[in-house]
């Protein structure tokens, strides 16, 4: 039976939402016109970038709109006057007037094309070459999810600390091939001096740490952490960096390294580092650095050194001068453990977790606008472009002082913001992922992640260039882009910084390692097998692959 109550509420909630489209689009437009006219770089700002497609769909209506009420209008009196062929022509354009604008108006931003499984590019990079190691328990996680009386998934009691402490010795050991997590980290540290042209030694007393983790959601511009108090106020919801698998970490360095206290340090430049993570972290490692902006209530405010951060760009001559900061400049080794998350650019993972190692924001007024070089539908799409991550991941005092690459994937996040929702793709089942990855290969752990995200939720990582810095990263000494890569700014350039490629299948999750020991990312979820003498590849045994690998 018809229902004329529900047909007017229907009706009317379409009108509503019409006037309301219109509205937002002439905001938009306004807002766009009144901020960028008066200075012009600003149309690349994030809030500007996301004004921009409704101001200009908003135009290419209005526009359509008018030329098509025009042109039924003008064949109306050329009918009138016995036209027709002249009045057929009019109808005709009015009709492509409306076209063009539904047209334009309804797309939705463009998605990358599915890529090509196993061509790997770039030579992989660690102890055991382009090893990704994937760490996956469902019991560390017990949060109910959002909801009245669930809490916050950050709160010790959602989170089992003896299960993260196990995780991250799971990574370590499985990434170095060690039965214990002390000859584990021992062959790491090892490796990376020989590897930097030092003696090849492990860690010595006195050396110092930086942990970046990501705190986006507590960024100094938000307003969600109160600097009077360090209270967050907002995106409690919201996840970043975990402080359980911060702790985890912490643990391992201490008690089973042996580094110091006062030689760790922990944070993120441009974000605070709130109460609710300081109170987890602090009382067990007190006298760790936990760095920030401020510095307020015995938090180490964030210091510039005179290193200078060099990008391989023409246009960022004119900005000013990016420099290390000190906390970076001064480390023997840094770790860089972000979590898990999607972006406008498509994926946050270990590359962009350095957008928040500087003293300044990504786009502060200024300094060059870092998010110019990155992908996305609203930043730089497409292949074959500058990244600016490119020179981050290979300056000698970031990317290049790495020891390890770690992301945090307990329950993993949708965009920037982290908001958080459980995994559908197979093994999670609708859980959250429950999830740690760890590498020495910077770009190979960021492909690994890149194809997690892809297949969990294709709206947000599959946009046009997600990949490109990979790219560029991995065939840094001769890049698609045609960059000559100089992050010392001393005429040096880089070699390949890692290996990418992208799995077989989402189901297999097999990489070429996987399926022909010796070359490509080698993704491993249990320990790897016993190493023989003769086996260079780490298979398991000894066979022709060992021999190519000699």
Not at 8 to 28: D, E, F, P
Not at 144 to 150: L, M, S, T
Not at 211 to 234: Q, W
Not at 363 to 385: K, Q, V, W
């Amino acid at each position: 039976m018809f229902n004329s109550d529900k047909y007017q509420r229907s009706s009317g909630g379409r009108r509503l939402a019409k006037w309301l489209l219109t509205a937002g689009g002439l905001v938009s437009l306004l807002w766009f016109l009144i901020r960028v006219i008066p200075k012009p770089s600003r149309a690349a700002y994030p809030c500007q970038r996301i004004a921009f497609p409704l101001a200009s769909g908003f135009v290419i209506w209005l526009l359509g709109t008018l030329g098509s009420v025009a042109g039924f209008r003008k064949a109306k009196s050329l009918l009138q006057k016995s036209h027709y062929l002249l009045a057929a022509v009019f109808i005709i354009a009015a009709v492509a007037c409306i076209w063009i604008a539904l047209s334009f108006t309804g797309q939705s931003g463009a998605l990358a094309e599915n890529p090509s499984p196993n061509q790997p590019i770039g030579l992989a990079k660690g102890l055991n070459p382009g090893r990704v190691v994937w760490v996956h328990d469902p019991n560390a996680t017990s949060w109910a999810g959002p909801g009245a009386g669930n809490g916050y998934w950050w709160q010790p009691e959602h989170t089992d600390q003896n299960a993260v402490d196990k995780m991250i010795s799971n990574a370590i050991q499985w990434l170095t091939g060690k039965a214990d997590d002390s000859n584990a980290w021992d062959a790491l540290f090892r490796h990376f001096n020989q590897s930097a042209g030092k003696s090849g030694t492990g860690y010595k007393s006195g050396e110092k740490i930086m942990v970046k983790v990501n705190l986006s959601t507590c960024n100094r511009r938000l307003g969600s952490v109160d600097p009077c108090t360090y209270n967050k106020l907002m995106y409690l919801d919201k996840v970043d960096t975990s402080p359980q698998m911060i702790v985890g970490l912490l643990r391992h360095l201490v008690y089973k390294v042996g580094v110091r206290q006062s030689d760790i340090s922990v944070g993120d430049t441009v974000a605070f580092f709130p109460n609710h993570y300081w109170n987890i972290c602090h009382a067990e490692f007190p006298d760790v650095c936990y760095i920030d902006p401020c510095g307020y209530f015995g938090r180490t405010p964030v210091n510039s050194s005179d290193i200078i951060q060099h990008w391989s760009h023409g246009e960022t001559t004119s900005y000013e001068t990016d420099y290390i900061s000190r906390c970076f400049a001064e480390a023997n080794y840094i770790i860089n453990f972000p979590c898990l998350k999607g972006h406008a650019a498509g994926i946050t993972l270990c590359g962009k977790n350095h957008y928040g190692s500087y003293i300044r924001l990504p786009d502060d007024s200024g300094y060059y606008n870092l998010h110019y070089t990155i992908a996305g539908n609203s930043y730089e799409p497409n292949m074959g472009h500058y990244r600016a991550l490119v020179d981050i991941m290979g300056h000698s005092d970031m990317g290049q002082k790495t020891l390890l690459y770690l992301i945090d994937g307990l329950y993993g996040g949708y965009k920037w913001d982290g908001t958080i929702y459980k995994f559908h793709m197979a093994p999670f089942n609708d859980d959250w992922p429950s999830s740690l990855f760890a590498s020495q290969d910077p770009v190979a752990i960021d492909s690994v992640g890149l194809d997690f995200l892809w297949e969990e939720w294709p709206h947000v990582a599959r946009v046009p260039g997600v990949d490109d810095y990979l790219h560029e990263a991995a065939l840094a000494n001769n890049p698609p882009s045609g960059t000559f890569y100089d992050p010392d700014g001393n005429g040096i350039g880089l070699d390949s910084l890692g290996v990418h490629e992208h799995w077989n299948n989402a189901a297999d999750k097999q990489y070429s390692r996987n399926l022909l020991p010796g070359c490509g990312i080698e993704l491993i979820s249990a320990p790897p097998a016993e190493l023989t003498p003769g086996d260079l590849d780490h298979s398991g045994k000894v066979d022709m692959f060992d021999l190519s690998a000699l």
